[in-house]
């Protein structure tokens, strides 16, 4: 068995004074700690925020959100892929309960990326309301499903 | 054989309740008799699902595609295999290997011959078993993996062509048995609430499960960036995706677990502590699963997703929450500490910082993960935040956690004497100025943040080897024994403590590969005509020609490339696309070629009528470096659970030596 602490002979409990005086010095430790984990987390935040939106949400908001960052949220549309040989851009359109966005995007396109298939875009509002994405996150099926 | 199936499911519940009521009243009236039986109906319920498991991987091997989960996940095309991962590939199966593995741990569970918690064992059973019949019953009753389709389709959906890979194939049981593997250790804690038996013994208990699940899960979560990295061609292992976040959090704070747990064994402080890190990190494991299967965030893997199921995690995991933190609550007298933490500079110390640090980490991936939600809650609007957030808040604190990899090591416990500190962190501090001035001469200088993280992890090599020198020098003079011969004789003789030595060694490496790959990649995209060639830092890579041709359901297009450096030839590479026609799925394969140095990875974007290709070129420091370190922190996590084959010897008393663990 294990020898315990308080068995052993000679020990006793330090006095509360000291105790506080101990506890002290690691509860504003804790407390440093935790402050400098809040302010990178606001660091981290000021610069990664996005406002999320499904479409409908994003094209009732009209003009107002034009240059920030947002995430939005809608289906490919089935038939709306436009992808010119020869380069990168790409362009579609994002739907949701009836309600379109034309997206343009200009990279490598993930292999999850299908007509149909469930995905968020995120970018921002060019001002002639097509949504420029910089980030394509289609969802990862778990399964096949037939195309729409 | 569905019925058999469904029938199975139905009996082995009735047992799971049963055990669970035998082992209360058995515990709470003391017939010995009861338990016994509550015992029995573990080991039953181990059997029924193990038929049952059976019985649903018969009915894929024979392609019975009037089962509805048969038809979903499997076809007749799918190699064996692929097959069997099939029983874990969806939702409906998942939740089945997941009662089943709980089934099988709860029988070695009550099995296991041992000399203390044995009181223990009732209450642990009886709460295991309670999980067990949640599972159970969404089995039955939300997520029926027997039911039947009303026609029977001539062949099945098969398996998403991305998910076939060893690395997927392997992922899914290793996370899911990581998950389940926390219930034991989780079980302990609230027996030892319930029976007011707050000392050592659940601890002592608990160790190896929870070594055993953090294994597990950090094989899970390996085999999952490893896909994503060679099969989703984006050139990354880990995104800060809810999902990922998800298993990533229960690992943090089993990973603060096993280190607060020797804090206790060896000062017994910390109690209150130990316990909620057990009870957060089961929670944070349903929380995983609840996460995949609700859709209630917006992640890349949310999966079909069922409101109903949903709401029964959640459920689930409030019951768990409330529950023992009632019970911790109403045994909080019982739970003061023994002992005084004495000075800032100490072993303890570190480990509470280190802790500090881990569920700090774990509160703001929690934070940021959520954060959709919550900002909806209080403002109105969802607002989510992307991988700088969690890199913000991240990496300073892992570059700490490692750094206190290195410098616990060299504090004593208790108090550290001044002299102490100096002779023990001379040569390994000496060794990392060193470090520091020859990184800077060879240019790392442009990236100072990857400057400091490298010093910091050649600093903590250093410390790990300083220390093993040390001590099996002190071996070699006592013993006579050569230095090679005296550290294999430590190792062995002390396998919990150099097994966490290794495990360090391995998060080094790991966070080697991750600044390294994180701060130093170059990426090029070109579009080349047969013949042309793009350059990427030393690499020229040539696009000799490509080969195009169809089968049955899918095209594969195959570019030939040839890379060179400086006129010298390195290799050829092969990137590939694919395109199903069915299921209009297309298939990236890149091509990567890894050396320690860096990996050279091409993705095959695109191609035109004109014979012109499209290639993103990426060069990716040090990777190999991460994937190295995951497989010697995993050894080291296997090396620190494998027994003594002596018998245990007695345990070492608090507050003195340092020859357990780390």
């Not at chain 1, 298939?117 to 001002?127: C, F, K």
């Not at chain 2, 015992?39 to 193990?50: D, K, M, P, S």
């Not at chain 2, 899918?554 to 890379?563: E, F, G």
Request: proline share 5%.
């Amino acid at each position: 068995m294990k020898s315990d602490l308080r068995q052993t002979p000679g020990y006793c409990r330090p006095a509360l004074g000291v105790d506080l005086l101990k506890k002290k010095k690691f509860i504003i430790g804790g407390a440093v700690l935790l402050l400098a984990i809040g302010f990178l987390a606001y660091r981290g935040f000021a610069g990664s925020a996005a406002y999320y939106y499904t479409v409908g949400e994003l094209l009732s908001q009209g003009n107002a959100l034009s240059g920030k960052v947002l995430r939005v949220n809608g289906q490919v549309l089935a038939g709306s892929v436009e992808q010119k040989p020869g380069n990168l851009d790409l362009k579609f359109t994002v739907t949701q309960s009836g309600q379109n966005l034309p997206v343009t995007y200009r990279g490598v396109v993930p292999d999850t990326f299908k007509p149909g298939g469930d995905i968020v875009v995120e970018g921002s509002l060019a001002p002639d309301g097509t949504f420029v994405a910089k980030t394509l996150m289609p969802k990862c099926p778990s399964k096949y499903l037939p195309v729409g | 054989m569905t019925d058999i199936g469904y029938v199975l499911l139905v009996v082995a519940l009735i047992a799971a309740v049963y055990s669970a009521i035998a082992f209360v009243i058995g515990r709470r009236q003391g017939k010995p008799a009861l338990v016994e039986s509550g015992r029995n109906a573990v080991l039953a319920v181990c059997g029924l699902l193990t038929l049952c498991v059976a019985a649903l991987l018969y009915l894929i091997l024979t392609h019975s595609f009037q089962v509805e989960y048969i038809a979903s996940y499997s076809s007749r095309g799918l190699p064996l295999t692929y097959l069997l991962s099939s029983l874990w590939a969806g939702n409906e199966g998942s939740v089945l290997f997941w009662a089943w593995v709980l089934s099988i741990l709860a029988a070695i569970m009550v099995v296991q011959k041992r000399d203390v918690g044995a009181d223990l064992v009732p209450y642990a059973g009886a709460v295991t078993m309670l999980t067990e019949t949640f599972f159970l019953v969404l089995l039955l009753f939300v997520a029926n993996p027997f039911r039947l389709l009303p026609f029977t389709p001539p062949d099945g959906n098969g398996l998403n062509p991305l998910l076939q890979n060893p690395g997927m194939f392997f992922h899914p049981p290793f996370l899911l048995g990581g998950y389940v593997g926390f219930t034991i250790p989780f079980a302990f804690a609230v027996s030892a609430l319930l029976s007011n038996r707050l000392g050592d013994e659940w601890l002592v208990v608990v160790r190896r499960w929870t070594l055993v699940a953090w294994i597990m899960l950090s094989i899970g979560n390996l085999f999952g960036g490893w896909w994503a990295y060679v099969e989703l061609g984006w050139g990354g292992y880990f995104a800060w995706d809810p999902v990922e976040n998800a298993s990533f959090m229960p690992w943090l704070t089993a990973t603060a677990f096993l280190h607060s747990m020797m804090m206790q064994r060896r000062r017994g402080i910390l109690k209150v502590w130990n316990i909620v890190l057990i009870v957060a990190t089961f929670a944070l494991s349903i929380l995983g699963t609840f996460l995949t299967r609700s859709g209630v965030l917006n992640s890349v893997h949310s999966f079909a997703s069922s409101p109903l199921l949903g709401s029964m995690y959640l459920g689930f995991i409030a019951v768990t929450l409330f529950g023992s933190l009632y019970l911790l609550y109403l045994r909080f007298p019982d739970l003061r500490s023994e002992a005084e933490m004495e000075s800032l500079v100490s072993r303890e110390s570190t480990f509470l910082l280190n802790n500090l640090l881990l569920v700090g980490a774990t509160f703001a991936i929690l934070l940021g993960t959520f954060f959709p939600i919550i900002s909806e809650a209080v403002r109105g609007v969802k607002v989510s935040v992307g991988p700088p957030f969690f890199n913000w808040v991240n990496g300073p604190i892992f570059l700490a956690v490692v750094l206190l990899a290195g410098v616990c090591t060299l504090i004593g416990w208790r108090r550290a004497s001044l002299k102490n500190l100096r002779h023990n962190f001379l040569w390994p501090g000496i060794a990392g100025v060193v470090l520091a001035a020859l990184l800077f001469a060879l240019g790392v200088r442009r990236h100072p943040v990857a400057l400091l993280a490298f010093t910091a992890c050649g600093f903590v090599v250093f410390t790990i080897v300083s220390e093993l020198l040390r001590a099996a020098g002190a071996r070699h003079r006592i013993r006579g024994e050569n230095i090679l011969k005296a550290s294999w004789g430590l190792v062995t003789a002390n396998r919990p403590r150099y097994g966490g030595y290794l495990v360090h060694i391995g998060v080094v490496l790991m966070a080697i590969g991750i600044v390294g790959s994180q701060a130093f990649n170059v990426e090029r995209e070109a579009t080349l005509k047969p013949g042309e060639s793009v350059t990427v830092n030393r690499y020229v890579v040539t696009y000799d020609s490509h080969d195009e041709y169809q089968t049955q359901n899918k095209s594969t297009y195959t570019a030939a490339l040839t890379v060179s450096n400086g006129g010298h030839f390195l290799t050829r590479l092969a990137p590939q696309k694919y395109f199903y026609a069915d299921t209009q799925q297309t298939v990236t394969e890149v091509a990567i070629r890894s050396t320690w140095a860096e990996d050279l990875y091409v993705i095959p974007v695109g191609t035109q009528d004109d014979g012109t290709a499209t290639f993103k070129v990426i060069v990716n420091p040090l990777v190999k470096w991460l994937w190295t370190g995951g497989t010697i922190l995993v050894l080291g996590g296997v090396v620190a659970f494998w027994p003594n084959r002596r018998k245990a010897a007695p345990a070492p008393a608090r507050a003195q030596g340092e020859h357990d663990g780390t």
